[in-house]
């Protein structure tokens, strides 16, 4: 690792509000600027991991699409294996999916059936938490396949939802 000496306000002064994007009253959470910074982007898997360790976690689960950066990262630095937890119809072998409730309509996400074992604990990770449904929907997958999720962890956490 580079650096850990990153609080959460850098981190959280670094991200880039885009007003109306992707329309009209949304208020997009640019991250970016982070990934872009090798000590910000550093301080961020650093924070996202806690005290985790390979001791207390088997796998680490990236939703898509933006939790695969973070997922990726985090796997590598604990050594340990990383899932990717995608749209329905974008993994190649078989899967099982959960279905959610977005305010908008629903959604689908899936995982191969082989990528969470029996009694494996599952870090779960993605860049935003709004209202919970589809980190609810990748821990039914883990639960699904026989893993324990241990913890969710997210970058950004809208609290206004």
């Known amino acids: 690792m580079v650096s850990t000496d990153i609080t959460l306000e850098e ?3 670094a991200i880039r509000n885009v007003p109306d994007f992707p329309e009209e009253g949304i208020q997009f959470k640019d991250i970016t600027p982070v990934l872009a910074d090798a000590r ?9 991991l806690g005290a985790h360790s390979a ?13 695969f950066i973070f997922g990726a990262a985090m796997a590598r630095e604990l050594g340990v294996g990383f899932v990717p937890i995608r749209k329905k119809g ?3 072998w078989e899967t099982i999916e959960e279905s959610y409730d977005l ?11 082989d990528a969470v074992t029996s009694g494996q604990r599952v870090l779960l990770v993605d860049d935003l938490l709004a209202t919970g449904g589809t980190a609810a929907a ?10 324990q999720v241990v913890e969710a962890v ?8």
């Open 11 to 13: 981190l959280q002064s």
């Open 40 to 48: 910000l982007l550093d301080g961020c898997i650093s924070h996202l």
């Open 103 to 113: 305010e908008y309509g629903s959604n689908t996400i899936a995982m191969h059936t």
């Open 90 to 92: 974008k993994l190649p």
């Open 55 to 67: 001791d207390t976690v088997n796998v680490v689960a990236g939703i898509d699409a933006r939790g």
């Open 154 to 161: 997210f970058f950004i956490e809208l609290g206004f939802l």
């Open 138 to 147: 990748a821990a039914s997958l883990v639960a699904e396949a026989g893993g």
